[in-house]
């Protein structure tokens, strides 16, 4: 396997990875800052970027650092749902027991947000819906009306909305511009610029153990041209470029294994 032919202790561009050895890219640092901003002002963010530009690995990141007595996260995968489903699935992940009926759902759904944020515990929801694209505009009136307390002069709660940049599409409809005008903070994940690739590259193999950088300044240059610093694509194609620079036994990547790792990947 390529990981001991490398002294790496695991795959240090697949996907099981402590979350704090995150590589802190401008797009992270700057996400993460705008989260910081909702946190203290609360309400709905949105979180767009084309599939893979690490929108789950950003929201992983900044959870993982929440302080479980002040916040609650609730992640929730939206991918062909239901409005019922919607209900069923944001309740669960609030940890209650879902009603039959949609209208005690939706007062289910209100009242633990309230209990925690406004009784004793004092805890905010951070609330995560992820694929927001593929919902219904009657989803997300729905999301509009569960996310209206005090007569929408308060917001006891942090949602956000992630998915792919054909939201807007959706939200540039008049019928969801009511809750267009309550988004108050957005992020477009772009990726990994073209400078940090190199160094994106070392840092990871670093966590896993090597102790030199594998790839060359040219083999770093190849990846980003191929995946125009898409994560995981990046990742993708370093994992083949090790792997077929193991087959030949090759102890550093250059330019040329990176296009040889590249026709492996291709369908």
């Known amino acids: 396997m390529f990981t001991q032919f490398f002294g790496l202790k695991y795959n240090p561009f697949g996907k099981e990875f402590d979350i704090s050895d995150t590589y802190e890219s401008n797009d992270i640092k700057e996400f993460k800052s705008r989260f910081k901003y909702i946190q203290s002002s609360r309400g709905i963010f949105l979180l767009m970027g084309e599939p893979g530009t690490g929108k789950s690995t950003a929201l992983r990141n900044v959870?993982?650092?929440?302080?479980p007595g002040l916040y609650k996260p609730c992640y929730f995968t939206l991918s062909t749902v239901t409005v019922m489903d919607f209900y069923r699935g944001l309740l669960m992940a609030l940890g209650?027991?879902?009603?039959?009926?949609?209208?005690?759902?939706?007062?289910?759904i209100q009242q633990?947000?309230?209990?925690?944020?406004?009784?004793?515990?004092?805890?905010?929801?951070?609330?995560?819906?992820?694929?927001?694209?593929?919902?219904?505009?009657?989803?997300?009136?729905?999301?509009?009306?569960?996310?209206?307390?005090?007569?929408?002069?308060?917001n006891p709660f942090v949602l956000i909305l992630a998915g792919q940049p054909q939201i807007r599409n959706k939200l540039g409809l008049s019928v969801n511009s009511p809750l267009k005008q309550r988004i108050s903070?957005?992020?477009?994940?772009?990726?990994?610029?073209?400078?940090?690739?190199?160094?994106?590259?070392?840092?990871r193999l670093k966590v896993a153990g090597a102790l030199e950088n594998i790839f060359t300044p040219a083999a770093a240059e190849a990846i980003y041209s191929v995946s125009k610093g898409i994560p995981r694509l990046v990742n993708n194609l370093a994992t083949a470029s090790l792997m077929y620079a193991y087959s030949k036994r090759q102890e550093s990547i250059d330019e040329e294994t990176v296009y040889q790792g590249q026709r492996d990947l291709d369908i």
Do not use: C, W
Not at 63 to 67: K, Y
Not at 185 to 203: F, P, R, S, V
């Open 112 to 154: 633990a947000i309230s209990s925690l944020y406004y009784d004793d515990q004092k805890i905010t929801p951070v609330i995560m819906l992820d694929e927001i694209q593929l919902v219904s505009n009657g989803i997300l009136e729905d999301i509009r009306l569960l996310f209206s307390f005090k007569m929408d002069s308060e």
């Open 63 to 67: 959870t993982a650092g929440l302080n």
């Open 96 to 108: 209650e027991i879902p009603a039959n009926r949609k209208v005690t759902m939706f007062h289910q």
């Open 185 to 203: 903070i957005k992020h477009i994940m772009q990726g990994l610029k073209k400078d940090e690739i190199e160094d994106y590259l070392a840092t």
